[in-house]
């Protein structure tokens, strides 16, 4: 079955250290986003890639890294400098830029403690 | 600025009782227009979308929306709630840009009671 995969499902991380986060597609989609939720606020942009070896920072990048050096995945690196990396995080595919339908994959919940 | 309100937080409907959730966007460019549902603690799916043509487009779950544009609008209702249908729901609008992504309310949330 064609999808998006998320992994973990929860992470639990100490302060002050470095983590990251899966998201695998086979979609054959070329664009990946990732997107931060937390509760009221909607879903925000992290960071999106329309191809490969080249990404965006989207409305909330600071404290967050990403590499696309695969057209199938998009790992997320959450750096010690998020002052409040606890949330949801939500990767997404699309075939091509934001006019078409985003696909999402499950989510990763991360908490630091 | 570009941006996507949804004014109400929370809502509660009795089942089998119609619903419309309120989504007005502020957009630059030519506008296409998204409804996804999400459960707890899952991804989001999408429920309908509108790029062009007619301004009341069909979605899944028996889903439908209308566009206006002169109210910059494009509000999702169902004639008929199920408990299923109690989930988030969240408005998103993007642009046929090259390099553009997609924004999106800050969601609002369906109770149905019995």
């Known amino acids: 079955d064609g999808g998006i995969t998320q992994s973990p499902k929860y992470l639990f991380r100490k302060e002050g250290q470095n983590v990251t986060l899966s998201c695998e597609q086979n979609?054959?989609?070329?664009?990946m986003y990732w997107y931060r939720q937390d509760p009221g606020q909607g879903l925000r942009l992290i960071y999106y890639?329309?191809?490969?070896?080249?990404?965006q920072k989207g409305d909330i990048a600071e404290g967050y890294s990403v590499s696309r050096e695969k057209k199938e995945s998009f790992p997320l690196t959450v750096t010690s400098a998020q002052k409040n990396p606890t949330a949801f995080y939500l990767c997404?595919?699309?075939?091509?830029?934001?006019?078409?339908?985003?696909?999402f994959g499950p989510g990763t919940r991360l908490t630091v403690l | 600025a570009q941006s996507v309100t949804q004014p109400d937080i929370h809502i509660t409907v009795s089942e089998g009782a119609s619903l419309e959730l309120r989504c007005n966007y502020s957009?630059?460019?030519?506008?296409?227009l998204f409804w996804y549902v999400q459960s707890p603690g899952q991804g989001l799916q999408l429920l309908l979308k509108?790029?062009?043509?007619?301004?009341l487009v069909q979605g899944i779950k028996g889903f439908e929306a209308e566009f206006k544009r002169s109210q910059s609008s494009f509000n999702l209702r169902k004639p008929s709630v199920h408990w299923s249908d109690a989930a988030e729901y969240f408005c998103?609008?993007?642009?046929?840009?090259?390099?553009?992504?997609?924004?999106f309310g800050k969601g609002t949330t369906l109770s149905v009671s019995s």
């Open positions: 890639s329309q191809i490969v070896n080249d990404f």
């Open positions: 509108y790029f062009s043509g007619d301004t």
């Open positions: 979609l054959n989609h070329d664009a």
């Open positions: 998103a609008v993007g642009a046929n840009q090259a390099g553009t992504a997609l924004i």
């Open positions: 997404a595919s699309s075939v091509q830029g934001a006019t078409v339908e985003q696909f």
């Open positions: 957009y630059g460019a030519t506008p296409y």
